[in-house]
Nanobody, 116 residues
Framework: EVQLVESGGGLVQPGGSLRLSCAAS????????MSWLRQAPGKGLEWVSS????????YYADSVKGRFTISTDNGKNTVYLQMNSLKSEDTAVYYC?????????WGQGTQVTVSS
C-alpha cells in the first residue's frame, strides 16, 4: 500500500522559513517524479514544484521560484520542500503527490500559515 505522510507545517511570520517533509512508503521512491501542490483558502489547487529523482531535474511555479527548493533523501524515501522568504500568499494546505503531470497518490496535507 502506497502512503505519503507530510509534516513540518505551522505558523510562521512573513519572511520566515519552513521545511516540509513527505515520507513515502510502498513504492521505490527514486523511480517516480514527486511533486508538491497547495490549496489556499477559497482557491483551487495550485502546483508548486516537481522533482524527477531519476534524472535530477526540478521545476517550480513562478510564484515560488527562487524561494522554495525541492529535494529528496532517497535513503529515507522522503521528499522535502524548503520554503524561504515566506509571504502571506503562501498560506495554504500543502500536499505531496506522486507524479508530475498527473498525480496518483496524495498525502493528507499539512497546513502552512504565514502571518504576523
Amino acid at each position: 500500500e502506497v502512503q505519503l505522510v507530510e509534516s513540518g507545517g505551522g505558523l510562521v511570520q512573513p519572511g520566515g522559513s519552513l521545511r516540509l517533509s513527505c515520507a513515502a512508503s510502498g513504492f521505490t521512491f527514486n523511480d517516480y517524479a514527486m511533486s508538491w501542490l497547495r490549496q489556499a483558502p477559497g482557491k483551487g489547487l495550485e502546483w508548486v514544484s516537481s522533482l524527477y529523482g531519476y534524472i535530477g531535474s526540478t521545476y517550480y511555479a513562478d510564484s515560488v521560484k527562487g524561494r522554495f527548493t525541492i529535494s529528496t533523501d532517497n535513503g529515507k524515501n522522503t521528499v522535502y520542500l524548503q520554503m524561504n522568504s515566506l509571504k502571506s500568499e503562501d498560506t495554504a494546505v500543502y500536499y505531496c503527490a506522486s507524479g508530475a503531470t498527473s498525480f496518483g497518490d496524495w498525502g493528507q496535507g499539512t497546513q502552512v500559515t504565514v502571518s504576523s
